[in-house]
């Protein structure tokens, strides 16, 4: 069959003009991708706006990469349509991002046998503003000792938010006078204590697709140097443990562009966070990492536009819980077994072999767009929109320093037999 097959590509976006510019860039100088039966995929993208929608409309794009339904109802409900009547591909489930809170996560990766640190759910300090709620709790909830729960856990522990983000809550609880003050204060907030691991290294992992970055990360640190740049930090076993572990949570919940926090310790690795959709990756925090983190999005658009991956809606857990049940099987067996499964989701074989078949240029054009003036426009123009002014000189040459040593090591790379 021949012809051209036009795609349009979706963006729903906040406050970040970076890595959708990067994005856009590299999008439009694709040349059209065959598909082996004879016709040519084309792209475009489009910035979406939020406007009134018929339930029965038709959306004229084919895959959205969203960045607000987590804070938003409207985009959110437009993308619960679109996926539910169109197949429009969407990089992250809407449906399970909104049911799979931090708790539900927490609960499904410890019946995978994953190493959360022991976690307990506590009731509201306050009842939720509600009649018949206050009168239920007055009725209902059973008073409890929460030094005792907390002793059990031991201290340090973390005091936070069952579904939490952005910090929001977020206390690193000492003794039991810091635990009651944080619990009077958490109001109508429904809170998790867990206890705190004594990490050795902390490992945000990103995955977009079949593709997974481990960065080291610093939390204490301002934004611009949360993520260190620092290779081999995770002994090798342990690296590949960091990625099969977020693979697995994003094959398990159906979401494809989302980051993954381990805390690890004398080389086992305790997730924490883990329902990140969509996270930050703008220029002045991945700064080293953007690069790749742009063109890994380009090229999984293009892999599922082109070979019509379709969209999966429904979730599999059940097929993960069988090898959780297993009792003859270990940790490392089961991990195995996931990364199986989650591999085959994400057609990691077909992936690449897709990639090297009909982006191979894609590498070089990167390279040359981070060594060039369009993305050194892109530095200053994005500093200059989020500093103060006496700190623009400063973060330009932060970001370009960064940025530039990717730039000498992707030219090292491309330029060594493979
Ligand atoms: N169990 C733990 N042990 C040690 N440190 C922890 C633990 N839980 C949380 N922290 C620390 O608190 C920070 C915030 O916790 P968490 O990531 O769970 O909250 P969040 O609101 O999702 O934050 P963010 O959106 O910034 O990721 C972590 O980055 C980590 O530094
Ligand atoms: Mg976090």
């Not at 792209?43 to 960045?67: G, M």
């Not at 000189?393 to 970001?399: G, L």
Request: hydrophobic share 40%.
């Amino acid at each position: 069959m021949d012809g051209e097959v036009r795609h349009l590509v979706g963006l729903l976006l906040g406050t970040e003009d970076d890595w959708p510019r990067a994005f856009e860039h590299l999008v439009a100088g694709l040349g059209p991708v065959p598909d082996g039966t004879g016709r040519r995929h084309t792209f475009a993208t489009e910035r979406l706006t939020i406007e009134p929608f018929s339930l029965r409309s038709k959306p004229r794009t084919d895959l959205v990469i969203d960045r607000l339904a987590y804070w938003y109802y409207h985009p959110r409900e437009w993308l619960k349509k679109v996926a539910l009547m169109d197949d429009v591909y969407l990089l992250n489930s809407p449906f399970t991002f909104q049911a799979m809170e931090k708790h539900a996560a927490y609960c499904a990766m410890m019946r995978l046998g994953l190493k959360v640190p022991e976690t307990v759910l506590v009731p509201y300090k306050n009842p939720v503003d509600h009649d018949k709620y206050a009168f239920t709790s007055q009725r209902y909830n059973q008073p409890f000792d929460l030094d005792a729960i907390a002793a059990g856990i031991g201290y340090p522990l973390y005091m936070k938010p069952f579904d939490g983000g952005g910090w929001r809550g977020v206390s690193r609880i000492g003794n039991p006078d810091e635990l009651h003050r944080a619990y009077n204060s958490s109001g109508e907030m429904l809170m998790h204590l867990q206890a705190s691991v004594d990490y050795d290294v902390f490992a945000r992992a990103l995955s977009i697709g079949a593709e997974t970055m481990v960065m080291r990360f610093d939390p204490a640190a301002p934004m611009h140097s949360r993520y260190r740049v620092e290779h081999d930090f995770l002994d090798p076993a342990t690296g590949i443990e960091a990625i099969t572990i977020s693979r697995v949570v994003n094959a398990f919940f159906r979401w494809e562009f989302n980051s993954c926090e381990m805390l690890v310790r004398e080389g086992e690795v305790y997730p924490i966070d883990y329902a990140n959709a969509c996270p930050d990756i703008s220029v002045t925090s991945l700064h080293y990492y953007f690069p790749w983190a742009i063109k890994t999005l380009v090229k999984w658009t293009v892999f599922c536009l082109v070979t019509g991956r379709r969209p999966r809606l429904d979730t599999d857990m059940r097929s993960y819980f069988e090898i959780s049940d297993r009792s003859d099987l270990d940790y490392g067996q089961k991990l195995g077994a996931y990364r199986r499964l989650a591999d085959e989701h994400f057609t990691v074989g077909e992936y690449r072999e897709f990639c090297a078949a009909h982006l191979g240029d894609l590498d070089q054009r990167v390279l040359d767009w981070a060594a060039g003036p369009e993305f050194d426009r892109l530095i200053v123009d994005t500093v200059t929109a989020t500093y103060p002014e006496h700190e623009h000189e400063r973060f330009i040459a932060h970001v370009r320093g960064l940025t530039g040593l990717w730039v000498t090591d992707e030219s090292t790379r491309l330029s060594s037999p493979a």
